[in-house]
């Protein structure tokens, strides 16, 4: 592995969103204006927006980021440039961690724009710290970044790709707590949803929400996000394959 | 490498992909510092014999050995140069950008772009988005990223498909002066004209080397002179060989 190979490539990324302003606009602006939206549904309901606003901060750039990266080593491919990569002395981590940075650089950005207008204009209260909340945000970016470079290694074709999104994203949404609380779920629901990753990123905003101490519970939710998402990514560094059919 | 000895050596390479088997136990040589003509039809294997040179293509059987090692060995890929049959560039970065970034890559001096910009004539576009290039100087700029680092060994899988006559004539130019200074060139084509610029060709038809030899030794063996009726007439020799 190179760090030079690996900046070149978070550069290289970077370069080339620069190129797509749209794509930025919608990556940013998506999930503020989702947060506008559900705190106009909720005008009359300032409790429930507080309530489930900061999981929600979450949940917005998770998914966002799981569409943008799950389609990033799909277009390599198709564009015949991986191939090429691939007969470079490139680590294969070298080229995801390249793609985690520089869309990690863009997540800061969106979480920090949807978390400023939550936490400020939407009167979002929380009752840990907004830096925190802002920090789980990015991490729940992170890991959707990851999920979706990982299963961008399967994806055959652009269809492909998009469908990974409500297939691994939303059964994860509907058992992670957001929708009811886990324990009052079903045993079994409450069992698989013990090892999906979104259930732990949910959880820290809850926790920020409820609690202003910074606690073991919290901690370990951040280290299972954080983990999956590291992971997820050397999982998709391993299944790159160098040599194919 | 040495320039005498040979830069590739295949032996009895098997590709099967989806059951079928493509290519049927190649056996073949390409001479070190010599320019290589991998010639045959669309669909007779060139692609694939290619690319398990370079160690992207997953092989059912044989040996394939360049620059003295396995074929796809780590040590091989600042020494390979590869250019696939479509250009693989960034269309969304500039000429410059799209090179700087595999210079990186590859560990090459980055003034090492501005040479290769040179080398494949587009200077004054060397600033240009590659998505606003024609398909002719986009497979140039995917030329010039296997340029970059001075590679010993360049595979070119039909680099010129598609160019004018003239940009075709200033590429075998480009091919021969490397050559000239040992680069040793592996470059495929379905145009028998292309044979002319080459020292030694390899006949390749539905999977199976058909010949392999200089154009001169070629043509004495089939004893004509156009080189389009050489590969007429070796298909005949080995259809009737197959008959009898």
Known sequence: MSAAITFATARRVLGQLRRDPRTIALLVVVPALLMVILRWVLTNQRHN??????????????????????????????????????????????????????????????VGVSTALALGPLGLRVAGSGWLVFGIGVLDALLGMALGLLLSAFANSEFQAVQFMPAVVFPQLLICGLLT???????????????????????????????????????VDMIVVAAVAVAALALGAATLRRRTA | MTKSGDAVRIEGLRVVRGGREILHGIDATVAAGSITGLL?????????????????????????????????????????GYVTQSPSVYVDLTVT???????????????????????????????????????????????????????????????????????????????????????????????????????RLLLLRDGSVLAQGSPDELRERAGVDDLEEVFVRLIEASAATVEA
Not at chain 1, 92 to 100: I, R, S, T, V
Not at chain 1, 197 to 213: K, L
Not at chain 2, 44 to 71: D, M, N, W
Request: aromatic share 4%; hydrophobic share 45%; charged share 20%.
């Open chain 1, 49 to 110: 927006f507080d309530h489930i606003g900061a999981p929600v901060l979450g949940v917005f750039p998770l998914v966002v980021m799981f569409v943008v990266a799950s389609v990033a080593t799909l277009r390599e491919r198709r564009t015949g440039t991986l191939e090429r990569l691939l007969t470079m002395p490139l680590h294969k981590l070298d080229l995801l961690l390249g793609y985690a940075i520089a869309f990690g650089v863009v997540a800061v950005v969106q």
């Open chain 2, 97 to 199: 950008e799209n090179l700087r970034y595999f210079a990186a890559v590859l560990g090459a001096a980055a003034s090492d772009v501005d040479r290769v910009v040179g080398q494949v004539g587009l200077r004054q576009r060397a600033d240009d988005l590659v998505g606003s290039l024609s398909g002719g100087q986009r497979a140039r700029v995917s030329l010039a990223t296997a340029l970059l680092g001075q590679p010993e060994l360049l595979v070119l899988d039909e680099p010129t498909v598609g160019l004018d006559p003239l940009l075709r004539r200033d590429l075998w130019e480009l091919f021969t002066s490397l050559a000239a200074d040992g680069t040793t060139i592996l470059v495929s084509s379905h145009v028998m004209d292309e044979a002319q610029h080459c020292q």
């Open chain 2, 40 to 80: 045959g039809p669309s669909g007779s294997g060139k692609t694939t014999l290619l690319r398990c040179l370079v160690g992207v293509q997953i092989v059912a059987g044989g040996r394939v050995e360049v620059l003295g090692r396995p074929a796809g060995d780590p040590g091989l890929r600042t020494r390979v």
């Open chain 1, 181 to 219: 609380p886990r324990n009052q779920m079903d045993a079994v629901l409450h069992g698989i949803s013990d090892v999906l990753p979104m259930t732990y990123a949910v959880d820290a905003m809850q926790r920020v929400t409820t609690s202003s101490a910074f606690g073991a519970a919290m901690a």
